[in-house]
Nanobody, 121 residues
Framework: QVQLVESGGGSVQAGGSLKLSCAVS?????LAWFRQAPGKEREAVAA???????TYADFAKGRFTGSTDNARKTLFLQMNSLKPEDTAMYYC??????????????????WGQGTQVTVSS
């Protein structure tokens, strides 16, 4: 089982930036960020393979950047040009079974507790 702890959330005005972090303990084959806004389903943001390849949801392309440190013990999400519709709880997720590294929630075994991001207009 992988332990995941997110940090870095907060409140920011539209157009601003935030960088989220997720401390990772344990072996992982794929790491990802998801988010869930009140009353909405959880949606994928970005998924990163062990080789560093990253897949982004359409809304994240060009604004968000997912990355890890060299040891894959910290997962990051740099978010720029934030919009009010980016307001959500952001979660990191991990797979350790070498399933396809994708944006599908069902392929992730372990989840963090989430960090809240609020973007005001």
């Amino acid at each position: 089982q992988v332990q995941l702890v997110e940090s870095g959330g907060g409140s920011v005005q539209a157009g601003g930036s935030l960088k989220l972090s997720c401390a990772v303990s344990g072996f992982t084959s794929c790491l990802a960020w998801f988010r869930q806004a009140p009353g909405k389903e959880r949606e994928a943001v970005a998924a990163i393979t062990r080789g560093g390849s990253t897949t982004y949801a359409d809304f994240a392309k060009g604004r968000f950047t997912g990355s890890t440190d060299n040891a894959r013990k910290t997962l990051f999400l740099q978010m720029n040009s934030l919009k009010p519709e980016d307001t959500a709880m952001y979660y990191c997720a991990a797979d350790w079974r070498f399933r396809v590294c994708s944006l599908v929630p069902g392929t992730f075994d372990d989840w963090g507790q989430g960090t809240q991001v609020t973007v005001s207009s």
